[in-house]
């Protein structure tokens, strides 16, 4: 959806935007050579590395419109403050895993490529996901389930988890999703694990604590006229974007742009499957 977020955000020459999610760089290089000035935050270091290199390979006047700065998205608002990002033109959260962290078996992410069961998008962090797989409870990991993968097995598969760790330790993607499947079995399109490590994964990076914090914080950076332009990827994302858009709105700040949420076309889905569940709703600050 780079196209529909470059459009929505209304990228004018000269003018300063936030790109809080860098990944692998794409949004920030469409703002840069529209003329935008592009502060780009990202809590993963590999990231930051990536784009680093990639942007070494375009045109000067662009390179230099782009601020590369490591740090969670929570954090916005000092982060903005400290680079002289304030009164924005518009903010964009492009969520969820990037393809470099699902490509890379050893970041833990995806249970299509072995590799240990971390999901840290930030390295730094204390806790990875084997962590939690093999230290809650049987109820607290049903609960994980349930709360951030909305998954309708919880108990069911938090039983099989608990069962297998007793003979010893869950260590890798390859082998949690086995375990899964071998007790739900598999059947339609979608993996009976997928579930389980959306949530471990938003469980490690507390990632809907940290949007409700950004999305605040975010308001009050942008200037009357600037957009926050945000994409999700699964419910409970688009529902706290939804109701605190909604909030915004109430409040007289502005308005929404979106009455029902941008998603991907079919050409797009074709190209990249993973943007099958894309929504992307937008918000315009008013003059208030």
């Not at 990991?141 to 330790?169: H, T, W």
């Not at 999305?215 to 999700?232: N, P, T, W």
């Not at 858009?245 to 308005?255: E, L, V, Y």
């Amino acid at each position: 959806m780079l196209q529909e977020a470059s459009s929505l955000l209304q990228v004018k020459k000269g003018k300063r935007y936030i790109d809080v999610t860098l990944g692998g760089g794409g949004h920030t290089l469409a703002i840069a050579k529209s003329g935008g000035v592009v502060l780009a935050i990202d809590v993963d270091e590999e990231a930051i590395r990536f784009v680093e290199e990639k942007i070494t390979h375009v045109a000067e006047d662009v390179r230099r419109e782009i601020t590369l700065c490591k740090g969670n998205f929570r954090e916005i608002g000092q982060i903005a403050k400290r680079e002289g990002f304030t009164k924005v033109s518009g903010i964009l959260f492009d969520l969820g895993v990037s393809s470099h962290q699902f490509d890379t078996p050893s970041r833990g992410f995806s249970f299509q490529r072995e590799g240990v069961l971390d999901m840290r998008m930030d390295s730094s962090l204390a806790v990875t996901a084997k962590d939690l797989i093999n230290g809650l409870s049987k109820k607290e990991l049903a609960k994980l389930f349930e709360k951030y993968g909305e998954e309708p097995f919880s108990n069911k598969i938090a039983d099989c988890i608990v069962e297998a760790r007793s003979m010893q330790p869950i260590e890798t993607t390859r082998d949690l999703a086995f375990i899964i499947e071998r007790r739900m079995g598999k059947s339609g399109g979608m993996h009976p694990a997928t579930r389980v490590f959306q949530a471990l994964r938003i469980a490690v990076n507390d990632e809907l604590h940290a949007l409700e914090e950004a999305l605040s914080a975010s308001l009050q950076l942008i200037g009357v006229g600037g957009r926050i332009v945000v994409i999700s990827f699964h419910s409970l994302e688009d529902r706290i974007v939804k109701h605190r858009f909604s909030s915004f709105a109430d409040q007289g700040f502005g308005s929404i742009l979106t009455k029902k949420p941008v998603t991907p076309t079919l050409e797009e889905v074709a190209e990249n499957p993973r943007a099958r569940s894309a929504k992307m709703r937008v918000f315009e600050r008013g003059t208030v």
